[in-house]
């Protein structure tokens, strides 16, 4: 399980690699496109500047990629460590009858709320990016709505994840949103299996 800080090391090193290949990639491209364009070499202050866009820009894509690939790093199910596993947290009992419960430090268990979201797409995403839709309610919800919801009662909810064939993809940045808010107030989270 990959922990919050190795993570944004994952991710700082993937923009730093993108940044690298930005930069040398980015200085034939400039040539070759300023000549075909325009019809004359690249002024000598216009091609490190633009070197240095390109590699900006690359790292910044780079970085907001590495987020991407559903519950492990694009190859699998293997889970980033943001809530994308059924795995258990702090004082969440570990077999497979009381995953639902968790200890009160007395012995005694206590059943978590399961709370169903599932994650639209298409011509279901209402207007302000409504990606989600709360089985409790019939209209979508922003992530600033979810939040209101998970943060009035965190430690009495168990979130379960529903894709369908009309949802956004695993990778889309909604549901990255969505779990990095779940992982942010230590709700259990359970997702659908990838195939």
């Excluded at 979130?159 to 779940?182: G, I, W």
Aim: hydrophobic share 40%.
């Amino acid at each position: 399980m990959i922990t919050a800080p190795i993570f944004w090391l994952i991710k700082i090193a993937a923009a730093v690699g993108g940044a690298i290949i930005g930069y040398l990639v980015s200085g034939p491209s400039i040539r070759l496109l300023f000549r075909l364009a325009l019809g004359r070499p690249v002024p000598g202050w216009f091609l490190p500047l633009g070197r240095l866009g390109g590699a900006a820009l690359l790292g910044a894509l780079f970085f907001m990629l590495a987020t991407l690939g559903g519950n492990g790093l694009g190859w699998g199910s293997g889970g980033l460590g943001l809530g994308a596993g059924s795995g258990t947290g702090p004082g969440i009992a570990k077999s497979g009858a009381d995953k639902n419960k968790t200890g009160t430090g007395k012995g005694e268990k206590a059943t978590r709320e399961k709370l169903v979201i599932e994650l639209l797409g298409g011509d279901r995403v209402a207007g302000d990016q409504r990606y989600y839709l709360l089985k409790t309610d019939e209209s979508a919800k922003t992530l600033a709505e979810v939040e209101d919801l998970i943060k009035e009662k965190p430690d009495k909810l168990e979130v379960h994840l529903k894709l369908t064939d009309e949802s956004v993809a695993a990778s889309h940045p909604a549901m990255a949103r969505l779990r990095e808010l779940l992982q942010r107030y230590q709700v259990p989270t359970v997702t659908p299996q990838e195939n």
